[in-house]
């Protein structure tokens, strides 16, 4: 029993490097996590492909969209990397991101690092309830790993069956405004 994780294509892991080393180069990354690290001392770390579906999209839905990377400095997670394809089909950098789900990201790794059974580790993104989780697809079941800070009503690190934690999501979103809605958002 083993978990798979696909190599991401060349062009992606070079667009990520050259978007890293340019925007670290450029001192434009000044987070605490990132200002003792040289350019040079930062590498890309555990590549996943990333999927997103909307809010109430069964996961047979989700779409690849990217490949994140978590950014080490030594043995810490300090950022997540992400390419994306442009218009024309070539891996781009597409973003550097420093905030809360970088550690929750790698700690939903190395949860699923438990997992007993056969699996592609892959990451989701449900944009609508803020959910970055680790997704464990099999064909027997898939499981569903929420990266902290997780949505109310869920825990981060824990493994759901998928079906379950869709659930859960399903009946905690907010409601979908009309296009003639004139509340507002704000």
């Known amino acids: 029993m083993t978990l798979q994780s696909p190599q991401p294509p060349e062009q992606s892991r ?51 969209v990217a490949w994140r990377y978590l950014v080490r400095h030594g043995s810490d997670a300090v950022a997540l990397a992400e390419t994306v394809r ?4 070539e891996h781009v950098f597409s973003q550097l991101n ?6 929750g990201t790698a700690a939903a790794l190395d949860a699923a690092s438990g997992h007993t059974g056969d699996a592609e580790v892959r990451l989701l993104h449900i944009p609508a309830v803020h959910l970055i989780a680790v997704w464990l697809h099999s064909e027997a079941a898939d499981a569903l790993i929420p990266a902290a800070p997780a949505p109310p009503g869920t825990e981060a690190g824990r493994a759901y069956p998928a079906d379950e934690l ?8 907010p409601p979908t405004l009309a296009p003639d809605d004139d509340r507002g958002g704000g």
């Open 14 to 64: 070079e667009a990520a490097e050259a978007g890293l080393r340019l925007l670290a180069g450029l001192g434009r990354v000044r987070t605490e996590a990132l200002l003792p690290a040289a350019p040079d001392e930062l590498r890309l770390a555990d590549p996943v492909r990333m999927y997103t579906i909307g809010p109430a999209g069964p996961l047979a839905d989700a779409e690849p």
């Open 86 to 89: 442009d218009a024309s089909g």
């Open 98 to 103: 420093y905030g809360p789900f970088v550690a």
């Open 166 to 173: 869709l659930g859960l999501l399903s009946q905690s979103r």
